[in-house]
């Protein structure tokens, strides 16, 4: 359908509009639209890598290096895009942000109500925040720290790991998130609670995604670079599982 110049690092899909959109290390989105494939996509220039894309209905989150974070209108980028013939152009984004959280952003999943995005971070926190750009949403965006184990030394210390992966549940609205420490655990984030965590799984969380009913939860694990693995392999220790949930598993609680 096309080529970046470098490596693509997220595809998702927006069935709403029948889009494709992809982001590359060569620091640019291509719109493919599923409905005209002969077309050549559009090509909107970023000011920074791309590590990681979302999208609801409406909007496309880019979380990027350098901590920023670009929200696009899907509507009026469409428009765009099916004037631009294979173009590429510096679309302005409908917003543009500066992560919450103070180091490099890993991950980034969009709520399923189209309110608003988590984000996570290699330092071992999660941040919530809403598109809505009026003071009093935005007061109400916060972040927190998880995947984190005591060190074992005994100094008091923990050991962080990065949060590498996100996933909003499609029913419930509740989101998992999965660590360098083999660990996912689900959250609330109106109520601002952990709902459960699972058992540890055997390496690093790289990967996590719903199924559109909300009944299965597929978990990516492979060994990560926080395992001072110098010569990087995940061969034979590359694995999906997939989790069957319980009708109320992944549903909120509520407020304490």
Known sequence: M???????????????????????????????????????????????????????????????????????????????????????TELQPWQQRESSLKFM???VACMPNDDGYASSSIEGRVAVEWFDPSPESQARKYAFKCHRQPDPSGDGADIVYPVNALAFHPVHGTFASGGGDGVVALWDANAKRRIRQYQKYPTSVAA?????????????????????????????????????????????????
């Not at 209905?57 to 469409?78: D, G």
């Not at 999906?240 to 549903?251: D, F, P």
């Open 2 to 88: 096309s080529a970046h110049t470098a490596p693509v690092k997220s595809v998702v899909y927006s069935k709403e509009h029948s889009l494709l959109v992809s982001a590359s290390w060569d620091s640019t989105l291509h719109f493919h639209d599923l409905k005209h494939p002969e077309k050549e996509p559009a090509t909107i220039k970023l000011p920074a890598k791309p590590h990681s894309l979302s999208i609801t209905a409406s909007k496309l989150v880019v979380a990027m290096a350098s901590r920023l974070v670009y929200i696009y209108e899907l509507q009026s980028t469409l428009m765009l895009a099916s004037q631009a013939n294979g173009a590429t």
């Open 105 to 107: 952003t890993r991950a």
């Open 208 to 256: 996590l995604g719903f199924s559109s009913d909300g009944k299965y939860l597929a978990v990516g694990v492979c060994p990560g670079f926080e395992n001072d693995q110098e010569d990087y392999s995940g061969e034979g220790v590359t694995k999906i599982y997939i989790r069957e949930l319980g009708e109320t598993e992944a549903k909120g609680k509520g407020p304490k």
